[in-house]
Structures are given as C-alpha cells and as structure tokens.
C-alpha cells in the first residue's frame, strides 16, 4: 500500500493519551459493503450500504474503488457526467486516476494524493485512468466519498483543490505502533491540508499488528471508520471487524481500534479509513449525480444539465483511453 507511509514513524508528532475524563464513543453498528460496479465497469464496495442518511450526515455516499490488480487493456474510469449540491473527494491509495473538469481544474491524481471537488451549483467532470495505466495494467485502488453541502451552499461557484501526497499531516500513536494521515478536520491540533465548506474531518491510520489506537474526536462530529485491509477490534466491547466493514460509534469524546496480532496475507498493516462531521440537519433528495433538498431542486437540475448549464465539455477534453484491439495491425499502420 504505497500510499504515504515513512520508513521511521518514531519522528513523527505523537497524538497524546486521551484523558483520564474523556467519554468512550461506543460502537453503534457495523455493516458489511456489498460489491458492485461503477462509471464504465470498475468494482467497488459500496461503504454506506445498510446506513441511514440521518445517522451518516453529513455524507452521503462512499464508495471503495478496487482493490483490484488490472491485466493490460483493462483500467477503466468514468465518461464525462455531471455533479450539483454537494463535493466529492477521491483518495488514491495505489495507482494513477486523471482528472478533468468544465471549471478548469484537472491533473493527476497518484499514490497518497486526493482531489477535493466542489460541484457546488454544476460542474461537468470526467475520472479516467490515463493512456499508460491503461496499456500496461497495474493496481487501482482508492475512495470517493461524497460530502452534502447546507442549502446555503449548494449553489456556490465550483472548485478544485489538488492535495498532494506531500501535503497530508503524519502522526503517531502515542507508543508509535500507528500511523494516522490527516487529510482533512483536526487531530490533537494538527491540521489537515483540506478545506470544507462543511466542518469534517478524514483520515487514513495504519496500525501494526496488535497496536492500539485512541483517537481523540470532536464531540459535534459523528465518527465512522471505514476498514481498508485486515482485520481488528473496534470500542471496549471488542467488535471484531474485517476489510469491507463500516463502524458506526455513538456519542463521546474518543474511539479506539485495535489491530489483530495476525493479518492476512494480503496486507502488512490493519488499514481503515476514520471519517466524521457536523450533521446538516436538512432534508436530502439524491438522484444519481445530483444531491439537493427537494425534488423541486433535482428537477431543476436534470433540466439545467439537459440545457448545458452546468458546463461544457472543455475542447482539449480528456477521454478515456481504448486500447487498439488488434496492436499488431496498429504498430504495421502506425494508427
């Protein structure tokens, strides 16, 4: 998993010990993600499968891309589709998506990198892994996760922030047995790269086999957490939980999760995805790439879409890549 990972965690800032004071979250509810496909045929788990709106806000949907080692000729990505009423994020965790949209933002999205994109009022986007991913074949896997915008913001001008690797904030567990990424929100003071228009917080943390994390969590954030690869606990009850799993917690101050002392052979690390934010509170009508308040609001959607209001396919467009069925015929014609 090459996503960023230093050789040497000892270094790092050391989230501190939770207090002696500090209220458990207890786990909720755990749910199993059912497998599916999406864009032009790529799997998925769906994460939020099983979850009320309500008790997810504010997010709306998850999806984890892959796990999958593609052959030659078979990456696959999304067509050109539009987005209103909300913003999505996609984690790359292994291997390379291109990105482009009507707004002007585009670029590569790799190993540790994530593209925040604000849809706002309409944008028209595409996701695609590029030329040589798609000749060569290779490991794709990687999350998109789709965060609700207040009624205020659902029309506000759309927008693009690439954050790179580099940029996401590393800790520790205080014994540094964990390594937590911190993409977006606050932990222990230490501030991710991404800004929201809805306060939320998500982070990657990787513990070694047997390692204890506490993790300290806004008390006004719901807490969900979201495994990656292998297997552990979750609370003081002890959850066992396993890849493709999702944690609800109730309310407190702090969740801990452990790692089993054996993974399997897949993973080195227990992998999980730890996500939160303010709820919203407003109600939500979601139709396919649209997310807005009333059916009033989808429709108009749908309508201003159909009449190219929320953007045109730029003219130097990105289009996903269809390797020449016959290469010998391509490499005599040099098509």
Do not use: C
Request: hydrophobic share 40%.
């Amino acid at each position: 998993m090459p996503t960023v990972t230093p050789d040497d965690w000892s270094g790092l800032p050391r989230i501190p010990r939770r207090a002696d004071a500090a209220t458990e979250r207890q786990v909720v509810s755990v749910t199993t993600a059912p497998s599916g496909f999406e864009g032009e045929g790529f799997p998925v788990r769906r994460a939020f499968a099983g979850m009320s709106l309500a008790d997810l806000d504010p997010f709306v949907h998850m999806d984890q891309m892959g796990e999958v080692d593609y052959a030659p000729g078979e990456p696959k990505g999304t067509p050109w589709h539009p987005h209103r009423g909300f913003e999505t994020v996609t984690y790359m965790i292994d291997g390379t998506f291109a990105h482009q949209d009507s707004n002007g933002g585009g670029g590569l999205i790799t190993n540790g990198a994530t593209q925040w994109m604000t849809a706002g009022g309409g944008i028209l986007h595409i996701e695609t892994p590029p030329e040589d991913l798609v000749v060569s074949g290779g490991l794709f896997h990687g999350i998109q996760l789709w965060v609700n915008l207040p009624a205020k913001d659902k029309m506000v001008p759309p927008a693009y922030q690439p954050l790179e690797a580099e940029q996401v904030v590393l800790l520790t567990s205080d014994d540094g047995a964990a390594l937590v990424r911190v993409i977006a929100g606050d932990l222990a003071g230490h501030q991710g790269p991404g800004s929201t228009h809805t306060p939320m917080a998500l982070m990657h943390a990787s513990l070694s086999p047997g390692a204890l994390l506490d993790l300290p969590w806004n008390r006004s954030f719901n807490a969900l957490i979201y495994v990656l690869a292998g297997s552990g606990q979750v609370g003081s009850q002890e959850r066992p939980v396993h890849r493709g799993q999702l944690v609800a917690f109730g309310p407190g101050d702090w969740m801990g999760i452990r790692a089993d002392d054996h993974q399997d052979s897949s993973t080195v690390h227990f992998e999980a995805l730890i996500l939160g934010g303010q709820a919203i509170r407003e109600p939500v009508t979601h139709y396919g790439p649209f997310v807005m308040n009333t059916r009033d609001e989808i429709m108009q959607a749908l309508e201003d879409f159909q009449a190219g209001r929320l953007g045109t396919i730029p003219p130097n467009a990105l289009m996903p890549h269809v390797p020449d069925p016959n290469p010998v015929r391509a490499e005599r014609t040099g098509i």
